[in-house]
């Protein structure tokens, strides 16, 4: 009787995380996407502004780096 509950919990949570799971991947931005990011860049009003150009900063002293 215990395996027979087991199962039927076990089988639709399974069945859930099989069709779930794979809408979670991440999807390529779109071109207007794309856009919407540039301008923000170019106007500084992405958030967490300062944070986001040291990354970038330190992303391209390491890529002068090693070329």
Known sequence: M???TTIL???PA???LALALPSCEKKPKGPAEKIGEAIDDALDQRPAEKVQDA???AAEAVKDAVN
């Open 9 to 11: 919990i076990a089988l």
């Open 2 to 4: 215990k395996t027979h």
């Open 14 to 16: 399974a069945a859930f």
């Open 55 to 57: 990354v970038e900063d």
